[in-house]
């Protein structure tokens, strides 16, 4: 997901500045330098931390979470806010999420208050963010290089790629990978398309195997940097975070269209004090944890 700030100038020359300084120490041969974040909003608290517990037996995947074994010890996080932090509006509608694993996926469970349930797209790695949706950013080693984005809306739909370093950096966003084997539930509590009626929400799980979190070379060298365990080890922390993308709507000739000229709105699990989800030195902290036998 590309999310851009419109800024003054001052704040597109420090961008345009960061940039060409990283450029540099790649032709220089120098090590790399994670681009600085650019915060619009002043930054209130550290990158925010849950636990994903290690499970015997997997979730079952139809996006109906209730009385699932699986998911009874892993706690819910707290309610998503604005990208931006709490200085912005509240979101309008709800969204939270929770995690567990075992040796073979990541589970993943996102549950999202929704009055007007819509998605228009339906071919793979179409740009899944113009339909309202939930996205996932996985940073394995928590270097900000060589990170994993996943995005799904309401029909199931899914866009992922794989970014060599944030776009800040000069990317480049992989769109050849994919999550392969990447398996899903969704239960849609209402009816999709429909603005007749005013629905719940709806609620995703996504298993993502292990297997797939794998760097892909860089351009022109082939590098690969990543280094942990996979799975993860017992105690192993991962640097994530979630977005939501919703989009204000409005009825025409008996459609759900979007508003003319109003942009997104983004909400995340831990704020990233500017809209920009491409900033991996602000996505959470999600430790592996194991019970012993």
């Not at 996943?150 to 992989?174: C, K, M, Q, S, W």
């Amino acid at each position: 997901m590309i999310r851009a700030v419109t800024a003054a100038a001052a704040t597109a020359s420090m961008a345009f500045m960061a940039v060409m300084a990283f450029m540099a120490a790649c032709t220089s041969g120098g090590a790399y330098v994670a681009p600085a974040p650019m915060p619009t909003q002043a930054i209130a608290h550290a990158p925010l931390a849950c636990d994903a517990p290690f499970v015997s037996v997997p979730p079952v995947l139809d996006g109906r979470f209730d009385g699932d074994p699986a998911w009874a010890e892993a706690p819910w996080s707290g309610d998503f806010v604005d990208i931006e932090g709490s200085a912005r509006p509240a979101p309008r509608f709800r969204t939270r999420m929770k995690m567990c694993w075992d040796e073979s996926f990541l589970y993943v469970l996102a549950d999202l208050q929704e009055p007007d349930l819509w998605a228009t797209l339906t071919r793979h790695d179409e740009i899944v963010f113009r339909d309202h949706d939930i996205e996932v950013f996985i940073d394995p080693d928590g270097d900000t290089r060589e990170y994993y984005e996943i995005e799904v809306n309401a029909f199931g739909t899914v866009f992922d790629l794989y970014l060599h370093t944030p776009y800040r950096a000069g990317g480049p966003a992989d769109h050849a990978w994919n999550a392969v084997g990447m398996r899903q539930g969704i239960d849609l509590r209402g009816t999709l398309n429909d603005p007749r009626d005013r629905d719940d929400g709806w609620s995703i799980e996504l298993a993502i195997p292990w297997s797939c979190l794998q760097p892909m070379g860089r351009p022109g060298t082939g590098a690969k940097h990543q280094a942990v365990a996979l799975p993860p080890r017992a105690g192993d922390a991962w640097r994530i975070n979630f977005s939501r993308v919703e989009w204000m709507l409005e009825v025409r000739d008996g459609t759900y269209a979007k508003v003319p000229g109003r942009p997104e709105d983004n909400w995340t699990w831990t704020p990233q004090w500017e809209i920009n989800m491409h900033v991996p030195q602000h996505w959470g902290t999600v430790r592996f944890t194991k019970e012993q036998p």
